[in-house]
């Protein structure tokens, strides 16, 4: 028996998610594993809503051994569990925060902060155009951050006086964090801090801020599992590893458990890797990664384990220390996100896609910056970096 179905026979995890994708990394119909989630069509609750549901107080007063999961730990979910004397997995809330936030990350990192790029963090009205630490090699623009940012959104790249001059007039007490500009692609990667070890998930090329998908910037709008085997050296993914086992450990040491991600971009002058973000969560790509190794699986009759299934474990304390996960060296996801100035009618587009093998989720999101649809393929759709193949140009054609 595989050692997911042993541990859920004994402990039976419920996992709560406002979007149901998220919770089916492993099959639905597994024994001991159960999904709580929005109906379709219906207006979407959140988390914490949908834990205080008759179903869900019902289920869980029916399993006396189970846990709750949700996709990501919040404080009014933890108030629910609480009142409800439910155990909960995830790792604390404000654990997620203080690793996440760009003001408190940096005094987390403590010593691998030297991972980062050069930065500096002060209120934002103290910043000055040209005597900023921060700034590129040209003394021209530079990356400004706001404490809390989701998908790139509250990222800002400052290319004058006046532009920065703006946001201090609009926010001028706001503590910011502003890093040097560095060029080029950017990646991340799943990886699951267990009791006995850090697994490093497999490198991805994230796909970001290209039209006609977002008009943000530096939206996170897709994974391609293909590309890093090109765009990457052996040194650099070597380099890419350490970086994220350092920060898995020191997640452990703050008492983490299960997924975390690391963002990195090179440096397309040096070839050096920088940390640019840390996800103290389970990452949007888990789902998909995960489906794309149980497809391996399948295939091989591997043994190793899916990036949600060692999640899984490890949130149950399960021994991993001689675990690997499978790696995924094919296949790629991109999000069109909503847009306020764009009204999308996707009804057609969605059918041709389906019906030439992609497979498109559909969300009821409206809140601009959200998923509108996830486009996915057993394939890569990138052949370089911010430069489409041609199952991407495909893709294109189709929504244009």
């Not at 043994?303 to 690997?324: I, P, R, V």
């Not at 996915?376 to 970096?385: E, L, N, V």
Request: charged content about 20%; some cysteine.
């Amino acid at each position: 028996m595989h050692i997911l179905e042993q541990a859920l026979q004994k402990n039976p995890i419920v996992y709560v998610t406002r979007d149901r994708e998220r919770a089916l990394g492993i099959p639905e119909n597994t024994p001991g594993y159960y999904i709580i989630s929005n109906k379709p069509g219906v207006a979407k609750l959140d988390t914490w809503q949908l834990l205080e549901q008759p179903e869900t107080i019902g289920l869980m007063a029916s399993l006396p051994k189970a846990s709750i999961v949700v996709f990501k730990n919040t404080s009014q979910i933890e108030a629910v569990c609480k009142k409800y004397n439910w155990r909960l997995l995830n790792p604390p809330a404000a654990l997620s925060a203080k690793v996440e936030e760009k003001i408190s990350q940096v005094e987390w990192l403590g010593k691998l902060k030297k991972y980062l790029p050069p930065h500096h963090i002060d209120t934002l009205k103290n910043i000055a155009w040209d005597a900023c630490p921060a700034q590129s090699k040209d003394g021209a623009e530079f990356i400004l951050q706001f404490n809390r940012a989701h998908t790139g959104l509250g990222t800002t790249l400052v290319q004058s006086k006046e532009q920065l001059q703006a946001l201090q007039e609009k926010f001028p007490n706001r503590p910011v964090r502003v890093t040097q500009y560095i060029n080029g692609p950017m990646f991340t990667n799943n990886n699951v801090v267990t009791r006995d070890t850090i697994l490093v998930g497999n490198i991805n090329y994230q796909i970001t801020g290209l039209p006609p998908f977002t008009d943000q910037a530096f939206a996170t709008i897709g994974n391609e599992w293909t590309l890093p085997g090109t765009l990457l050296s052996a040194r650099q993914k070597k380099q890419y590893g350490e970086i994220a086992t350092a920060v898995g450990l020191q997640l452990r040491a703050s008492g983490w458990r299960g997924l975390f991600g690391i963002d990195a971009i090179k440096d397309t002058e040096t070839g050096k890797l920088f940390l640019i973000e840390i996800n103290a969560r389970q990452p949007a790509s888990t789902t998909f990664e995960s489906q794309l190794q149980q497809s391996y699986k399948l295939k091989t009759k591997s043994y190793q384990l899916t990036t949600f299934e060692a999640h899984l474990l490890a949130l149950l304390d399960a021994d991993l220390k001689d675990t690997q996960l499978i790696p995924v060296t094919d296949g790629s996801q991109i999000i069109l996100r909503v847009q306020p100035t764009k009204n999308f009618d996707l009804r057609s587009q969605i059918l041709d896609l389906e019906s030439r093998n992609f497979n498109v989720i559909q969300y009821d999101n409206t809140t601009p910056g959200s998923d509108l649809i996830r486009i996915q393929s057993q394939h890569g759709i990138m052949s370089d970096h911010n430069q489409f193949d041609d199952i991407g140009q495909e893709i294109l054609r189709t929504l244009s």
